[in-house]
Protein backbone atom coordinates (compact mmCIF):
# COMPACT_ATOMS: atom_id res chain seq x y z
CA UNK A 1 0.00 0.00 0.00
CA UNK A 2 2.77 2.08 0.48
CA UNK A 3 4.21 2.07 -2.82
CA UNK A 4 0.45 3.39 -4.19
CA UNK A 5 0.84 6.85 -3.00
CA UNK A 6 4.79 6.52 -4.30
CA UNK A 7 3.67 5.74 -7.32
CA UNK A 8 0.98 8.07 -8.14
CA UNK A 9 3.75 10.70 -7.28
CA UNK A 10 6.76 9.76 -9.76
CA UNK A 11 3.94 9.93 -12.06
CA UNK A 12 2.89 13.46 -11.65
CA UNK A 13 6.84 14.45 -11.49
CA UNK A 14 7.12 12.48 -14.40
CA UNK A 15 4.02 13.93 -16.56
CA UNK A 16 4.97 17.66 -15.36
CA UNK A 17 9.26 16.96 -16.38
CA UNK A 18 7.48 15.34 -19.61
CA UNK A 19 5.56 18.76 -20.03
CA UNK A 20 7.82 21.72 -19.30
CA UNK A 21 10.21 21.31 -22.31
CA UNK A 22 7.01 21.52 -24.38
CA UNK A 23 5.85 24.66 -22.51
CA UNK A 24 9.13 26.35 -22.50
CA UNK A 25 9.57 25.86 -26.45
CA UNK A 26 5.66 27.87 -26.66
CA UNK A 27 7.11 30.12 -24.72
CA UNK A 28 10.37 31.20 -26.45
CA UNK A 29 8.59 31.69 -29.76
CA UNK A 30 8.59 35.50 -30.91
CA UNK A 31 5.91 37.51 -31.16
CA UNK A 32 4.47 37.65 -34.23
CA UNK A 33 4.85 41.40 -36.30
CA UNK A 34 2.04 43.67 -36.23
CA UNK A 35 1.90 45.80 -39.26
CA UNK A 36 3.12 49.43 -39.04
CA UNK A 37 0.13 52.00 -38.43
CA UNK A 38 -1.09 53.84 -41.38
CA UNK A 39 -2.09 57.48 -40.20
CA UNK A 40 -4.47 58.71 -43.15
CA UNK A 41 -6.03 61.84 -42.16
CA UNK A 42 -6.78 64.43 -45.02
CA UNK A 43 -6.95 67.39 -41.96
CA UNK A 44 -2.85 66.15 -41.40
CA UNK A 45 -1.93 67.26 -44.83
CA UNK A 46 -3.98 70.31 -45.70
CA UNK A 47 -6.25 73.08 -44.28
CA UNK A 48 -9.57 72.61 -43.48
CA UNK A 49 -12.21 73.15 -45.57
CA UNK A 50 -13.68 76.75 -45.34
CA UNK A 51 -16.99 77.17 -43.59
CA UNK A 52 -20.50 77.20 -45.28
CA UNK A 53 -22.70 80.58 -46.34
CA UNK A 54 -25.41 81.01 -44.16
CA UNK A 55 -28.02 82.13 -46.32
CA UNK A 56 -30.46 83.11 -43.03
CA UNK A 57 -30.57 86.26 -42.08
CA UNK A 58 -33.11 86.80 -38.91
CA UNK A 59 -33.74 85.48 -35.52
CA UNK A 60 -36.17 82.30 -35.89
CA UNK A 61 -39.73 82.13 -36.04
CA UNK A 62 -41.47 83.13 -33.09
CA UNK A 63 -44.15 80.80 -30.77
CA UNK A 64 -47.11 80.76 -32.56
CA UNK A 65 -49.98 81.90 -30.65
CA UNK A 66 -52.45 79.04 -29.25
CA UNK A 67 -54.51 77.23 -31.55
CA UNK A 68 -58.49 77.41 -31.11
CA UNK A 69 -60.11 75.06 -29.54
CA UNK A 70 -62.41 71.80 -31.32
CA UNK A 71 -65.93 71.28 -29.73
CA UNK A 72 -66.17 67.74 -28.17
CA UNK A 73 -67.63 65.03 -30.26
CA UNK A 74 -70.96 63.74 -28.70
CA UNK A 75 -70.36 59.91 -27.70
CA UNK A 76 -72.06 57.24 -29.88
CA UNK A 77 -74.37 55.59 -27.28
CA UNK A 78 -75.56 56.54 -23.70
CA UNK A 79 -73.04 55.53 -20.62
CA UNK A 80 -74.88 52.61 -18.94
CA UNK A 81 -76.75 53.66 -16.17
CA UNK A 82 -75.76 52.33 -12.61
Do not use: F
Request: charged share 10%.
Amino acid sequence: MKSLPVSIALLLLGAAWAAAPAQSQQQNKPPAKKPPVIINDPSLYRPPPPPHERTYVGPGPATAPPMQRVPQVPPLSQPPIR
